[in-house]
């Protein structure tokens, strides 16, 4: 067990709709980050935030958005959902960021979505 | 851009053997090196990192990893392989630019342990 937890764990829904997907980091850790896993894609960094901040972004589509709350758990918002959007979305935070790099960050069990 | 190639996309293995699953980087700034397992319908757990010092690393379950500068490689070693540790491997580097510290992957290793 990591720590990081996310819910939830399973998620179908239809194509055009919006889903939220949730993640409580590490007690303590103050990054949080968000990937995707599909077959096609493999392992893609979608964001992350620093203690509330937008830190980094990668190839995440415009349809896509997150935030991190004062709490530090994040959200990450998928709409207009499209069959391609079908993957595992990991959850994982890591305790420092910015130019002390480095730090290894550890993952939650993931949310499967599925869009039919 | 940094960039990881896993070489193989499959080892199969007989259990008790030794295993060695290659992994490639490319990168144009300090280079910190992790790999991660993944075992079925779960998520990923970190089995070794390298971040400075000593090139050899020693992880989780027995795993090791050598860094190697010259080579830009990146090796996850096992001296005597067990069916648990049939699983998806990651290679994978961070990346500092523009002040984040994502991790980019590598595609993946299916280790197979057959007995």
């Known amino acids: 067990d990591s720590g990081v937890t996310q819910t939830p764990k399973h998620l179908i829904t239809a194509t055009g709709q919006r889903v939220t997907l949730r993640c409580s980091p590490r007690s303590g850790d103050l990054s949080v980050y968000w990937y995707q896993q599909s077959l096609d894609q493999g392992l893609q960094f979608l964001i992350q935030y620093y203690n509330g901040e937008e830190r980094a972004k990668g190839n995440i589509l415009e349809r896509f958005s997150a935030q991190q709350f004062p709490d530090l758990h994040s959200e990450l918002n998928l709409s207009s959902l499209e069959l391609g959007d079908s993957a595992l979305y990991f959850c994982?935070?890591?305790?420092?960021?910015?130019?002390?790099?480095?730090?290894?960050?550890?993952f939650g069990p993931g949310t499967r979505l599925t869009v039919t | 851009a940094q960039s990881v190639t896993q070489l193989d996309s499959q080892v199969p293995v007989f259990e008790e053997a030794p295993v060695e699953l290659r992994c490639n980087y490319s990168?144009?700034?300090?280079?910190?090196l992790f790999w991660y397992v993944q075992y079925p319908n779960q998520g990923l757990q970190l089995l070794l990192k390298y971040l400075s010092g000593s090139t050899l690393v020693k992880g989780i379950n027995g795993f090791e990893a050598e860094f190697n500068k010259s080579q830009t490689s990146f090796h996850l070693r096992k001296p005597s392989v067990h069916i648990s540790d049939t699983a998806e491997y990651f290679c994978?580097?961070?990346?500092?630019?523009?002040?984040?510290?994502?991790?980019?992957f590598g595609t993946g290793t299916q280790l197979k342990v057959e007995l």
């Open positions: 990168s144009s700034v300090s280079v910190y």
């Open positions: 994978a580097v961070s990346d500092a630019a523009g002040g984040g510290n994502k991790l980019t």
């Open positions: 994982a935070s890591s305790p420092r960021t910015g130019l002390a790099t480095g730090y290894e960050q550890y």
